[in-house]
């Protein structure tokens, strides 16, 4: 899956080996953003457990943090449900043991994310040049909640207008992973790495 990412980001990065070939190692004088890139396709090629063939160590906890966000399963239903599946699957597994230890495998991945406020048709998202507008600029649905008041999201960076008590009537995570792929492959020490 990564392969696929990163092969679909540089055109020119046909070989996602990461193992040193003949002799010289390719991660040598690699920055510390480009070794936790190849600690991520160890992750991507280590069979979950011995004999799998399906499932890898990543492509697994990515499924479960993506079903756990889809259905907004607790961090503490997320570990209990990671408890069962130790005691289902073989042993030699490599599976996260909590939630914590998930996110810190994906960490790397570059999932940040930033919460912006949403139409609530799903239309658009209030950022950029969009970020002061009461409106949905196609469909003209208020942003806020009628008669909301309290509690708003923090740090919210994007908003310079004075937002009161308003509440965004609907927030969507906005994922920033390709940003950060494309830092990585403007890196010098990794473009000569993905040659
Ligand atoms: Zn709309």
């Known amino acids: 899956m990564l392969n696929n990412i990163a092969c679909g980001l540089a055109p020119e990065y046909t070989s996602c080996e990461t193992e040193g070939a003949g002799g010289s190692n390719p991660r040598s ?32 906890i990515v499924e479960l943090l993506h079903l ?8 503490t239903s997320f570990d209990m449900l990671l408890q069962l599946l130790h005691r289902v699957l073989p042993s030699g597994a490599k599976l996260a043991k909590s939630y914590y230890e998930a ?15 949403a139409c609530p048709n799903n239309c658009m998202l209030f950022r950029n040049e969009n970020a002061h507008l009461d409106m949905c600029i196609v469909c003209q649905t208020s942003r806020w909640k ?14 310079v207008i004075d937002r009161g008590k308003r509440v965004a009537a609907k927030q969507a995570r906005y994922f920033l992973l390709k940003p950060r792929l494309k830092r990585l492959f403007m890196s010098s020490n990794i473009s000569k790495l993905m040659r």
């Open 29 to 60: 004088g690699a920055d510390e953003e480009a070794l936790r890139y190849f600690e991520i396709l160890d992750d991507a090629q280590t069979e979950l457990y011995p004999g799998c063939k399906d499932f890898s160590k990543l492509s697994f």
């Open 68 to 75: 756990k966000a889809l259905n907004q399963w607790s961090d």
């Open 103 to 117: 996110r810190k495998l994906t960490e790397n991945l570059g999932f940040t994310y930033e919460i912006l406020d």
């Open 146 to 159: 009628e008669g909301g008041v309290g509690y708003n999201r923090q740090n919210s960076s994007t908003s």
